[in-house]
């Protein structure tokens, strides 16, 4: 049942795109990247929360949500996302990801967002062409 609730919710905002493409293995890897680094501060299903105590000078901050409703408030393509995440995330240790580990989270991020796989690997260069805006 909550499972259906979080699958309507997500579907209501799916990315206004008609690109689809990552791959599943990206988006698992991606998956397991955000679990570990990026989950503390948005939230165990990217929904956003609130910096921990524990990144003292960054404490209380809010990291905006990467799925669902308000998604990526500031991003206007998923390029716009794979290069502040490569360069500014996480927010403790930027520039710490490869690029191949940033776009892995950018396609989990999709996949979260109810974008489907198409075996086509995301690339820097695809990614610009994935339009996050509704
Ligand atoms: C220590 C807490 C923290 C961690 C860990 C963290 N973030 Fe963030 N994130 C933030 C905060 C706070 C902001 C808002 C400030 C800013 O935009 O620089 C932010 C902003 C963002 C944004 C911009 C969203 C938008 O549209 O404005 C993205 C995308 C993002 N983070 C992705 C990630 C990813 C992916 C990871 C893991 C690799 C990660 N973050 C790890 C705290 C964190």
């Known amino acids: 049942m909550r499972n259906l609730l979080?699958?309507?919710?997500?579907?209501?905002?799916a990315f206004a795109s008609t690109t689809f493409a990552y791959t599943t293995e990206q988006a698992e890897k991606g998956k397991e990247i955000f679990a570990k680094q990026c989950a503390e501060c948005h939230g165990a299903n990217g929904e956003g929360g609130i910096v921990p105590d524990e990144y003292t000078?960054?404490?209380?901050?809010?990291?905006?949500?990467v799925v669902g409703e308000g998604r990526l408030p500031s991003?206007?393509?998923?390029g716009n996302a794979y290069a502040?995440?490569?360069?500014?995330m996480p927010l403790q240790a930027p520039g710490s990801l490869s690029s191949d580990d940033a776009l892995a989270v950018i396609a989990f991020d999709l996949m979260a967002n109810g974008i489907e796989a198409?075996?086509?690997?995301?690339?820097?260069?695809?990614?610009k062409e994935i339009n996050l805006q509704k």
């Open 84 to 88: 502040f995440v490569k360069s500014h």
């Open 57 to 65: 000078d960054y404490a209380g901050m809010k990291a905006p949500p």
């Open 6 to 13: 979080i699958i309507s919710v997500l579907s209501l905002f």
């Open 118 to 127: 198409d075996g086509q690997p995301l690339t820097a260069e695809s990614a």
């Open 75 to 78: 991003m206007k393509t998923a």
